[in-house]
């Protein structure tokens, strides 16, 4: 419970802040922290449009994608304490949970008829697709390191007893902000900002929808950057009590803010055919960490 409700507050601001530190990076006072949040309630308050070519699949694409989503935060622990779902190998269900989600707005996206949406949707199945071994990588690793197979198990059997360990989580670490980025379609594999269709990924799948479907689609943004930060907070707030562990999850959620500010602001989107190599990296890292395992359990022949 203590978890749902730390990715709930957090997701309230934690694209303001970086928002914000784009707009300090380059010189402007930008808008109020709250800003895009506003902005959703605003869209909430609004009717959807349908196009008469879509069917009920594009009208149920942005509930599905957010209840799978609301379902995948449930599992995510807070530290060392389970989640409201836990389960052996319920990290693989957060992933395929993911995923489903995915999959909905992937086909929401062709049965609007458009070549360009097409285009974005088929774009976004690959990017998901190379990005999901370095995920299941990272956590067998950890699986294999704790001898557990649940979220609250891994996190709970994970301990730092050398600086080869702390690398270990700093890579862990990495890997899960480089998959946050990925999974929300953000710089440098996508730009949100860009207006060029041919090459939109994420903005170019999601142009037929509007209102109160479109505030969910926004939000599902807000609510995912806050369910890896909660992941990546794990790491590091093991079973401290709840006094210490809420405070440093909260700034370690910050932290994370400002760390995607900052790439959004110095960073440049890649050219189209340098993402894939550049997401596959992560899987690359994954089998680092793997190995890193290994070793530390003396299995490393």
Do not use: C
Not at 285 to 294: D, H, M, R, S
């Amino acid at each position: 419970m203590v978890s749902l409700l730390l990715v709930f507050f957090v997701s309230l601001f934690f694209m303001g802040v970086v928002t914000r530190i784009r707009s300090l990076t380059s010189g402007r006072k930008g808008p109020s922290v709250m800003q895009p949040m506003w902005d959703i309630v605003r869209l909430w308050r609004k009717g959807s449009v349908y196009s008469t070519t879509t069917s009920f699949i594009f009208q149920l694409a942005p509930i599905t994608y957010i209840a799978s989503l609301l379902v995948a935060v449930l599992m995510v622990p807070h530290g060392s304490r389970a989640g409201l779902i836990s389960f052996e190998g319920d990290f693989i269900m957060f992933a395929y949970l993911l995923a489903f989600g995915k999959f909905m707005m992937i086909i929401a996206a062709l049965d609007t008829g458009s070549s360009f949406e097409g285009m974005g949707a088929s774009r976004e199945a690959l990017f998901s697709m190379l990005a999901e071994p370095a995920f299941f990588i990272l956590m067998g690793s950890f699986a294999l390191f704790t001898g557990n197979s649940s979220f609250q198990g891994i996190f709970n059997g994970l301990y730092y007893g050398s600086h080869f360990s702390y690398m270990l989580g700093g890579l862990a670490t990495f890997v899960l902000i480089i998959i946050a980025m990925v999974e929300n379609s953000r710089m440098p594999v996508d730009d949100p900002k860009t207006h060029l269709e041919l090459t939109m990924i994420h903005e170019v799948m999601i142009l037929d929808n509007s209102g109160f479907d479109l505030g969910l689609i926004m939000y599902a943004t807000h609510l995912k950057f806050a369910m890896y930060g909660s992941i990546i907070a794990s790491f590091f707030i093991g079973s401290l009590p709840l006094w210490l562990s809420i405070p440093l999850t909260l700034v370690i959620q910050m932290f994370f803010a400002i760390v995607v500010g900052i790439m959004e602001s110095f960073t440049a989107r890649f050219r189209m055919g340098h993402n894939p190599q550049f997401i596959f990296i992560l899987t690359s890292v994954a089998i680092l960490i793997f190995f890193g395992v290994l070793m530390l359990l003396g299995r490393f022949m």
